[in-house]
């Protein structure tokens, strides 16, 4: 389960963020996620609502948005978007060229909202 990993990263950069900007309070962090990092968003919350709870974040909300799959043939130059994990082949479906990955890589906290 690597989504403890990356919630103990957020809250880091969380409190970082308090230190930094004096924050009293954080009431939301939005999240890109992309589709290809294979985090799921549930597990993510559960393992950052287990690390705040009990402490002043405990209120605190995470907002993911998840950023589907992109890829560009690097022969024809097609794009393609796919928005299902599963769904991703990695050679063009057109003329079998390599695919180069544009988005669903994605793992950014985006915007932290507090006073």
Known sequence: MHELA???GILAIVQDQIETYKLKHVS???LKIGLLTA???E???FCFDSLVKDTPLEKTN???ELVPVKA???NCG???RHKKR???FFLCPICGGELEIITGKELLVEEIEGE
Do not use: G, Q, S, Y
Request: glycine share 0%.
């Open 28 to 30: 939301c962090v939005k």
């Open 86 to 88: 599963m769904d991703f």
């Open 72 to 74: 560009r043939c690097k």
């Open 78 to 80: 097609r794009e393609f």
């Open 62 to 64: 995470l907002k993911i």
């Open 6 to 8: 990356i919630a103990e």
């Open 43 to 45: 597990a993510l919350n």
């Open 39 to 41: 985090v799921v968003p």
